[in-house]
């Protein structure tokens, strides 16, 4: 089998990569990635001179590029390339447009033209919306995106859905919760405040911080994908999470204790605009349908990322001194 994984040298993109280059020694893995300021060749450096793994630069929305290498015979595609942060989507929409939106219909043309046997979107649970204090984001709930982000990848999702119904593209559409782990870029909320923490510096925390996310460790992802692209039932959709929902400060807080740094560590900044207030994903169906099951706790994967960000000090500071710092000084308006 041929797996075409676009933006796998992104978070999660890299350790699917690593992870199915590891699992299927047969299986021939191509990693396209325009390596944009979120892409580091440095997270599949484990893998890079296995057999069975290549590396392609270049761009989902360049049909030119997507077509040839569909043209090899690609047996199926896993799409993570995407721009990601929200925060970005509020400053410049229009790469997400962009970049989400056509780059996953070039991708849907050529898989149908080139007759792929499985396409699967990685989207995400923020194309739902906001939560209340109760209740939980199912298949079935309504789109109905806050950012330009989600409303980007609802976007998305929304082509592979139809391209299923017009075309009989065998397609999946997964959404999932917040993740993190290994490799995790540093302006998301975890890695961002474990970093700050040991260069004992201020912890910016959005409004009251009393946002709830449903946390997940990529490695739990990246099992869920590897189910769904074996099993999952053409046309469907899977939400994909691990019933860990914590309050942002909570989750701060975990990591101060973990590293032994005070909480006067902890500084509130200005909310987010239109920051949605809680994601909680119902995964009955994918642990019912394909027995997916989540191997970590919220407190055991914390403890190994923290340990990961402690071990690999080299990947992340490298990151910190590039352009990474100038949109840190922006963002936060320090240093
Ligand atoms: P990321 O920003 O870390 O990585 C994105 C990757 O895509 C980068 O390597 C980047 O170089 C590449 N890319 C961007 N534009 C491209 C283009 N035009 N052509 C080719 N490659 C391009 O993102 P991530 O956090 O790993 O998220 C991956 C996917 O998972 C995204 O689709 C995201 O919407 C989804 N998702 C993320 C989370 C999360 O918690 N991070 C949760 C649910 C779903």
């Known amino acids: 089998m041929k797996v075409l994984i676009t933006g796998g040298a992104g978070f999660i993109g890299s350790n699917f990569v690593n992870y199915m280059v590891k699992k299927y020694p047969n ?12 892409g580091n060749l440095e997270n599949v450096k484990e893998v890079e001179n296995e057999p069975n793994y290549r590396f ?25 390339a995407a721009e990601s942060h929200v925060d970005r989507s509020i400053t410049d929409p229009g790469v997400f447009v962009r970049t989400n939106i056509q ?33 939980y984001f199912t298949e079935t709930t309504p789109l109905a995106p806050n950012s330009p982000y989600s409303a980007s990848k609802a976007g998305a999702d929304l082509l592979v859905r139809a391209y299923h119904e017009t075309y009989e593209l065998p397609v999946n559409i997964t959404r999932c919760s917040n993740n993190y ?121 914390l403890k190994k990322t923290i340990d990961w960000y402690l071990e690999n000090r080299s990947w992340w500071e490298n990151i910190l001194s590039g352009e990474y710092k100038e949109y840190y000084e922006r963002q936060y308006g320090q240093k």
């Open 181 to 301: 782990g290994p490799y995790h870029f540093p302006e998301k909320l975890i890695p961002l405040m474990i970093i700050n923490a040991l260069n004992d510096q201020p912890l910016p925390v959005y409004g009251d911080g009393l946002n709830v996310r449903d946390w997940l460790h990529v490695e739990d992802h990246c099992s869920a994908i590897d189910l769904v692209l074996h099993k999952g039932r053409n046309g469907e959709v899977y939400n994909i999470g691990g019933n860990n929902e914590r309050t942002n400060i909570e989750v701060v807080k975990a990591i101060l204790r973990y590293l032994n740094k005070p909480e006067s560590l902890i500084t509130f900044v200005e909310d987010r605009l239109g920051h949605d207030r809680r994601y909680a994903i119902d995964a009955t169906k994918i642990r019912k349908e394909l027995g997916w099951k989540p191997k970590y706790t919220f407190e055991e994967g």
């Open 103 to 135: 780059g996953t219909q070039v991708l849907l043309d050529a898989a149908k033209k080139y007759g792929v046997k499985k396409y699967i979107q990685i989207s995400t649970d923020e194309v739902y919306g906001t939560l209340g204090e109760t209740g």
């Open 56 to 80: 392609v630069k270049g761009d989902i929305t360049n049909r030119e590029l997507v077509e040839s290498l569909f043209a090899e015979g690609v047996d199926a595609v896993v799409n993570f």
């Open 27 to 38: 299986y021939q893995i191509i990693n396209l990635d325009a390596l944009t300021y979120a």
